[in-house]
């Protein structure tokens, strides 16, 4: 849903108060992001707790959900986004900073009903050439998951395929099948 800001800066954009859905900048245009289903949110919340709970207590890194991040000209709000430790944004007083202006090392775009896969995959595509390691977009639609590298083809995983995250992860387990899974409830 595009918003009505005519002439809007990037950094006029960031003054604005937050919205729920949140609100996203690029290229001058302020769109809304989808309120998500039951289905995106079980998935979120399922991977999120995956990458957290395989990469904080080692001190690996942080994942963080539904957060503002800016870079590269735009503001976007992946629905995860995952920090290695030693690049968490942090405030003077060591804990995390109110706001992100360095692209994550990962980040997740889940598809909800109404959403654009193709715009999803786009922006997945900017992602990593803006200096993201992974990123990766997760159809329920279909039951895949799409990873994007720098200097890569987009790669389509299914199944019993495990989400590779070793460039940032090393050793992170979890297959397509398993993620899916979770939408499972008896």
């Known amino acids: 849903m595009t918003i009505s800001y005519q002439g809007l800066t990037l950094e006029e954009f960031l003054k604005l108060p937050e919205e729920e859905p949140a609100l996203e900048f690029e290229d001058g245009v ?3 992001k989808v309120s998500p ?18 990469g904080e ?4 890194g942080i994942v963080f959900t539904e957060t503002r991040v800016t870079f590269g000209g ?6 995860l986004c995952f920090y290695t430790w030693a690049r968490i944004p942090r405030s003077p007083s060591g ?6 202006f360095d692209p994550p090392d990962i980040t997740v775009e889940i598809v909800s009903p109404g959403q654009s896969v193709t715009a999803l ?29 720098p200097g890569s083809t987009p790669k389509a995983l299914e199944g019993s395929d495990r989400i590779d995250l070793d ?3 090393p050793g992170f387990e979890l297959t397509v099948q ?3 899974d979770s939408l499972r409830v008896g």
């Open 121 to 149: 995959f786009r922006r997945c595509l900017w992602y990593v050439e803006q200096g993201v390691g992974i990123a990766l977009l997760v159809d329920p639609g279909d039951r895949s998951v799409i990873a994007f590298r």
């Open 30 to 32: 302020v769109t809304q």
């Open 37 to 54: 289903k039951p289905p995106h949110g079980r998935l979120q919340y399922k991977f999120a707790e995956h990458l957290d709970r395989f």
């Open 95 to 100: 804990e995390v900073a109110n706001d992100f």
């Open 57 to 60: 207590p080692a001190r690996l």
């Open 167 to 169: 460039d940032i992860l």
């Open 178 to 180: 398993e993620l899916f």
């Open 74 to 79: 735009r503001s976007r709000v992946p629905d």
